[in-house]
């Protein structure tokens, strides 16, 4: 099973930026879905995008779309969030998930928090 461990988190001020990272211990095969999920104070966790590792294409919720970019790098099995523009409603845990053929598996997580 893949293991995932997040980084890049902190403070950021509004209108900042910050790229998190996924490093996974495992090979990424053609058959994953990388995600970014995060969890707000007192709130659901929520999905915020993925990638098809094998693609490269990408989908995202409507509340980050042109402001958060994900990417990967298949050589270092990593994926990165690009956030942009970031706004204090942004301030959560962010989680990477690996979906795979046969399992999925969650990093534990990274805090992000955007400051007014």
């Known amino acids: 099973q893949v293991q995932l461990v997040e980084s890049g988190g902190g403070l950021v001020q509004a209108g900042g930026s910050l790229r998190l990272s996924c490093a996974a211990s495992?090979?990424?095969?053609?058959?994953?879905?990388m995600g970014w999920f995060r969890r707000a104070p007192g709130r659901e966790r929520a999905f915020v995008g993925i990638?098809?590792?094998?693609?490269?294409?990408?989908d995202y919720a409507d509340s980050v779309k042109g402001r958060f970019t994900i990417s990967r790098d298949n050589a270092k099995n990593t994926m990165y969030l690009q956030m942009n523009s970031l706004k204090p409603e942004d301030t959560a845990i962010y989680y990477c998930?690996?979906?795979?053929?046969?399992?999925?598996?969650w990093g534990q997580g990274t805090q992000v928090t955007v400051s007014s």
């Open positions: 998930k690996a979906d795979g053929p046969y399992s999925n598996s």
């Open positions: 990638i098809n590792w094998s693609s490269g294409s990408t």
């Open positions: 495992g090979r990424i095969s053609s058959g994953y879905i």
